[in-house]
């Protein structure tokens, strides 16, 4: 099917098709970076912000090179550390409650979807690029068009603004809004759940976190306990 909205295509793992149904995971990011001094056609530079009309097929393809390219080598030992690339470490150590081996990491991310939220990139870390109120439907729009193309039953999203700002798309009518709650060592942690619903009636639910490249993030005793229970919970 045609996505006609995402602009970042998603990460899509070779193995996401083999894993059972009820299982299916997509990891949702927040957004891209694009430095105004390297990686800009001379259309992006003239313009300023990103935009549509300036991107090519290297920007299409940011969140798969992400991973297969930069992630993935990483993990392998064959690319060096970069803070971005630890970001993605700290959320599988709050997902599996512990460092993953290599291993672990490749058959993990060979497992499922990941897909960038905001369809135009960032110049850099909070600071974020005027969005306009219709870039945000298209942004929707985009959401929509992965979960029809790749039907995740199973969401983690790395983001709070989202969720607080109110740019993710409604939930579902029949599966309104609730906070998950969960206990580790006496303390008790709490965090938002929203389900969405696909036009031929599935229900997907998706837990709100923090993004890990924050502070609050990289509570691997909380998000753990979350994500235990959130996967957990029928």
Request: hydrophobic share 30%; proline share 4%.
């Amino acid at each position: 099917s045609v996505m006609k909205h995402v602009k970042f295509r998603p990460w899509k793992g070779d193995n996401y098709e083999q894993i059972p149904q009820g299982k299916k995971l997509l990891i949702l990011g927040d957004s891209h970076y694009c430095a105004k001094d390297k990686n800009r056609n001379d259309a992006c530079r003239s313009k300023g912000d990103c935009s549509y009309d300036c991107m090519n097929d290297c920007c299409y393809k940011m969140t798969h090179n992400l991973i297969r390219d930069e992630y993935l080598e990483f993990r392998s030992g064959r690319k060096k550390s970069e803070g971005y690339l630890q970001t993605i470490l700290t959320f599988e150590k709050n997902l599996f409650g512990y460092t993953p081996s290599p291993q672990e990491s490749i058959n993990f991310w060979n497992s499922v979807i990941f897909y960038n939220y905001i369809q135009h990139s960032q110049y850099k870390p909070r600071s974020r690029r005027k969005t306009e109120a219709e870039e945000i439907d298209d942004y929707k729009e985009a959401f929509k068009e992965v979960l029809a193309e790749y039907q995740p039953d199973y969401i983690i999203i790395w983001s709070k603004f989202l969720f607080t700002q109110d740019w993710l798309p409604d939930g579902a009518f029949e599966a309104p809004d609730y906070t998950l709650k969960a206990e580790y060592n006496g303390v008790i942690y709490n965090t938002p759940v929203r389900t969405f619903k696909l036009d031929g009636g599935k229900l997907i639910r998706a837990i709100i976190t923090q993004h890990p490249c924050c502070r609050y993030g990289k509570d691997q005793a909380k998000w753990h306990a979350l994500l235990k229970a959130f996967f957990e919970t029928k």
